[in-house]
């Protein structure tokens, strides 16, 4: 990467460190150049090398670079290297672009380290080697896997019949160890569950991804696969934090009977899961008091009896569906996430889960999420022809 015109980097004062560093008496370190890097936001990419070209991000298709975001407008703003080093101009966004938590207006420089907003996304502008590029490109490879890997394991939406179930999942920008499942149990009751690992990054999700790959096999759980008390028993016994690099993970897990649509569930650390009325009322909370799975050895678990009436509705969910910061900067809890739920329409339609993401997307007072957003919502319609 040259130079900006009119400055070399041995002239006094220029200690821009989107620059070549020369140490006197020492090596020539490796060349670094400005790129930038999305740090929040669902579109991933390879880091960006910003150059004397205009780099323009906004969500125009056509460009080889774009950003899949709705607030974010076709022609955002554009990234430049100039004389006085890496600068970034508002291209009249109806959203407007932020640096470092502030909107511009003109051109504005971007320092190394600085955070670029555009809607959903936030971009940083860093300094790399060509070692530093290689090493983050693998990382975002990895890290797309991994979030291919998980949403592979969802089973498709159940949209007719006796139950419905639809659901909703985000990953945090850097991916979290939040995962979802049900299946079909071999006596036709259907088995549901939500689970979250502690901590962020690969080795969480793919302690997910084991969990769900035992729930969903037969040799671990055998014939219990039905009492969720022994469920999480096995999984207990199974998944100790000494074994698994001190990892640990809350879930709730239900076996429900489509015919009766009697519930037996438990949880271990596990927020509760929400019966909502047919009026749409919140009518029950339910989860039991044991702690996460795998931080204490001999523990015995517990399961309970509930019945879900025609018309009513289950929200199985992971604490990212509700702990956020707001716009107003006050962190947002489980009785928001219920008071958001009373806020939409009490009738049962296709479609609410994703309108619950959206209505989250819009009330977090962040870029992104920093957890992984993820719900399950079954639905017990009045009839098994409804819609």
């Known amino acids: ?16 460190a989107l620059h070549t560093v020369y140490v006197p008496g020492a090596r020539r370190a490796p060349i670094a150049a400005p790129f930038l890097t999305v740090v929040q ?3 991933r ?54 640096v470092d938590g502030m909107r511009i207006a003109g051109e504005t420089p971007l320092r190394n ?51 419905r179930v639809e659901w909703a999942f985000e990953p945090s920008s850097v991916l979290g160890g939040d995962a979802l499942g049900y299946h079909t149990l071999d006596d036709g009751r259907l088995a549901l569950y939500v689970i979250d690992v502690c901590g962020h990054g690969i080795g969480p999700a793919m302690h997910s991804a084991s969990v769900v790959n035992v729930l969903r096999g037969s040799g671990l759980l055998g014939d219990e696969s039905s009492e969720p008390a022994q ?26 009977d489509p015919k009766t649509r009697r519930l037996t569930y438990s ?35 517990t399961q309970t009896d509930a019945v879900l009436v025609a018309g ?6 992971s604490d990212g569906a509700y702990e956020m910061p707001a716009s107003d900067g006050r962190e947002l809890g489980l009785r928001d996430f ?14 609410e889960a994703k309108r619950i993401l959206d209505r989250a997307r819009a009330t977090n007072g962040g870029p992104g999420f920093d957890d992984d957003f993820t719900l399950l919502l079954l639905s017990c319609p009045t009839s098994s022809g409804s819609s």
């Open 1 to 16: 990467m040259p130079n900006p015109p009119g400055r070399s980097p041995s002239e006094p004062g220029n200690t821009d």
């Open 41 to 43: 936001g669902l579109t």
């Open 45 to 98: 990419t390879r880091s960006l090398p910003i150059t004397q070209e205009p780099l323009i991000l906004g969500r125009d298709a056509s460009r080889e670079f774009h950003l899949s975001d709705n607030e974010v407008s076709r022609s955002h703003c554009e990234v430049k290297l100039a004389a006085q080093g890496v600068v970034v101009r508002d291209l009249g966004s109806t959203n407007g672009t932020f």
């Open 113 to 163: 380290g600085a955070l670029l907003q555009l809607g959903n996304h936030v971009l940083r502008c860093e300094s790399l080697t060509p070692k530093e590029v290689q090493q983050q490109e693998q990382l975002t490879s990895d890290l797309d896997r991994a979030r291919r890997y998980l949403l592979a394991l969802i089973p498709e939406p159940i949209a007719t019949g006796p139950l």
């Open 231 to 256: 469920v999480l028993q096995r999984l207990n016994a199974a998944f100790g934090m000494e074994s698994h690099s001190g990892m640990y993970f809350t879930i709730w897990y239900g076996v429900l």
């Open 267 to 301: 949880s271990a650390g596990h927020p509760p899961a929400l019966v909502r009325a047919a009026d749409g009322s919140i009518r029950a909370r339910l989860a039991r008091r044991h702690p996460p799975i795998g931080v204490m050895e001999e523990l015995t678990f």
């Open 312 to 317: 009513e509705r289950l929200y199985v969910f």
């Open 338 to 351: 219920e008071r958001a739920l009373l806020d939409m329409p009490a009738a049962a339609t296709p479609g």
